[in-house]
């Protein structure tokens, strides 16, 4: 098993600490690289990759000081970064951020992808070479996933896309 690092902003901020608010970028940065020398907490387990949840709309000022703050903690790890996304909105939003902070897409996994409707956005995001999390497949939704799925293989980005069920 592989644990993560980071903060959780999606389900309205309710797991955000409070510090986080005040703290600046790079203060929020340098919290999540010492996770991954020297464990998190007293536990002496390393993070492998970074995880950080946002919201579904456009992006929240605490959302957006969470993509930065992670995408610095990345030069200083090599991490992955796993966003909880969803919709294209702040998908592409947290795309420029990266971009303003100069890492590069493949850097990023896109979570919950899926709920992103129009396929436009999984395709610009695969461009500039992010990972595409297509999970929630369950009986209900194989034959979407497969669209989604065979959509990606036929403009040549299969090799970025991630599958699975994301059961609770």
Request: hydrophobic share 40%; glycine share 10%; charged share 25%.
């Amino acid at each position: 098993m592989i644990t993560n690092t980071g903060f959780y902003g999606a389900a309205n901020d309710k797991y955000i600490p409070a510090y986080a608010y005040e703290a600046t970028v790079d203060e929020l940065a340098e919290g999540w690289p010492r996770e991954w020398e020297e464990g998190i907490g007293d536990t002496g387990i390393r993070p492998g990759f970074m995880e950080i949840g946002v919201d579904s709309g456009p992006l929240s000022e605490i959302d957006k000081k969470l993509v930065r703050a992670s995408a610095r903690s990345h030069f200083e790890t090599g991490s992955s970064l796993a966003v909880h996304t969803g919709p294209g909105i702040p998908a592409l939003e947290e795309l420029t951020l990266l971009a303003e902070e100069v890492v590069h897409g493949s850097a990023w996994m896109w979570v919950h992808a899926p709920s992103e409707q129009n396929r436009e956005f999984h395709i610009k995001a695969a461009e500039k070479g992010v990972w595409l999390e297509f999970n929630g497949v369950s009986p209900k939704s194989l034959e979407r996933h497969l669209d989604l799925v065979t959509e990606m293989k036929k403009h040549g980005y299969l090799d970025q896309i991630m599958v699975s069920h994301d059961a609770g």
